[in-house]
C-alpha cells in the first residue's frame, strides 16, 4: 500500500496525476453568438479556403461534436435562443411564437441583448425579405413578445451598429450577430464567409472577459438531427488550444449562456450539458 501511496505521489509531482477538474463557466461580460449556414464541419475545417475559420479553430477552442438539431434553418435559431423548436418545422415567414426566449430571461436579469443583421434595411424591422436579409436567421423576430414591442423590436439592427457600439463600449451582454446570406455562406462560397468571420470577428477578440461562439445552424446531412457542423469559442475569456469534445447542440450553448448567468433553463436547454473545460 506504502508504495502504491509513494508511486502516485511521484506521478502527481510529475505532472501525472488525475485529472484536474474542469474550470467552471464564468461569468462573461459578453457572449456574441455568430450563426454561419448549411456547413458539415469536414467542409470548413481543414479546408484551404477557410484559413480563418481554421487559424481560430488552431488557436482557441474548438467544440468537436457540435450538431444543428434538425432541419430546416429556421427551427435551429429558434432552438437556439428558446431551447424548443417551438414546434416550427419549416422557414415560415408569418408564423409567430407565444415562448419565452432569452429576450425575456435576459432582460428580467438585468441585462441586455441586441440581434446584429447583416441587410437589416431598419431597426425593428420584421418583413421576410430584403436583399440579401431573410428573416428566417433573425429568430428573435418571431417571438410575439419581440414583435408585439417596439423597444424590443428596436434591439433588431443592422449590422452595421456592431462596430459602433464596440468602439463605444456599448456592446450588450448577450449579441446574436448574422451574416447575410451571401456571407453565411448560404448562397456564397466558403472563402467569402471565411473573408467575412476576419472582418467581423477579428476585432471582437481583445473585448475583455467575452466569448465569441462561432457555430452553424445546421449541416448537409442529418446526424443527431441537423448535422455535424463546424462550431468554436474565441476570444478573451477561452482558454487556447483547448477543445470540449462533449456530445452538444444548440441547447448546449444555450445551457452555457444562462449557467454561466444564472438564468432560468428555457426548455431542452435543462437537460443539455454546458460547454466546460475551455474557460480561462
Known amino acids: 500500500m506504502r508504495s502504491v501511496t509513494l508511486l502516485a505521489a511521484v506521478l502527481a509531482f510529475l505532472g501525472f496525476g488525475a485529472a484536474r477538474p474542469a474550470q467552471p463557466i464564468p461569468s462573461f461580460e459578453h457572449v456574441i453568438v455568430v450563426v454561419f449556414e448549411n456547413k458539415e464541419a469536414a467542409s470548413v475545417l481543414g479546408n484551404r479556403s477557410a484559413p480563418t475559420f481554421n487559424l481560430y479553430a488552431r488557436t482557441y477552442a474548438r467544440l468537436t461534436r457540435y450538431y444543428g438539431v434538425t432541419h430546416p434553418s429556421l427551427p435551429n435559431y429558434l432552438a437556439l435562443v428558446s431551447g424548443s423548436t417551438q414546434g416550427i418545422t419549416s422557414d415560415c415567414v ?86 447575410d446570406l451571401c456571407h453565411s ?27 465569441v461562439f462561432v457555430v452553424f445552424d445546421e449541416g448537409t446531412t442529418s446526424a443527431h438531427g441537423g448535422g455535424h457542423v463546424p462550431a468554436l469559442a474565441v476570444g478573451t475569456a477561452v482558454r487556447r488550444h483547448s477543445a470540449f469534445r462533449g456530445l452538444t447542440n444548440h441547447y448546449g450553448l444555450l445551457r452555457t449562456v444562462e449557467q454561466a448567468w444564472g438564468l432560468p433553463r428555457l426548455g431542452h436547454s435543462a437537460g443539455a450539458r454546458p460547454i466546460m473545460g475551455i474557460w480561462r
Do not use: I
Open 94 to 179: 408569418t408564423c409567430e411564437v407565444d415562448a419565452r426566449s432569452l429576450a425575456n430571461t435576459l432582460e428580467a436579469a438585468g441585462q441586455t441583448w441586441k440581434a446584429y443583421l447583416e441587410g437589416l434595411p431598419e431597426r425593428g424591422y420584421l418583413g421576410g425579405f430584403s436583399g440579401r436579409y431573410a428573416k428566417k436567421h433573425d429568430p428573435f423576430a418571431y417571438f410575439r413578445s419581440v414583435a408585439g414591442s417596439s423597444p424590443r423590436r428596436q434591439r433588431l439592427v443592422p449590422l452595421a451598429e456592431l462596430a459602433a457600439d464596440v468602439k463605444a463600449g456599448a456592446l450588450p451582454d448577450f449579441s446574436l450577430v448574422v451574416p
Open 185 to 211: 455562406m448560404h448562397d456564397c462560397s466558403v472563402s467569402v464567409g471565411d473573408a467575412w468571420l476576419r472582418q467581423t470577428v477579428g476585432p471582437l477578440l481583445q473585448v475583455p472577459r467575452t466569448v
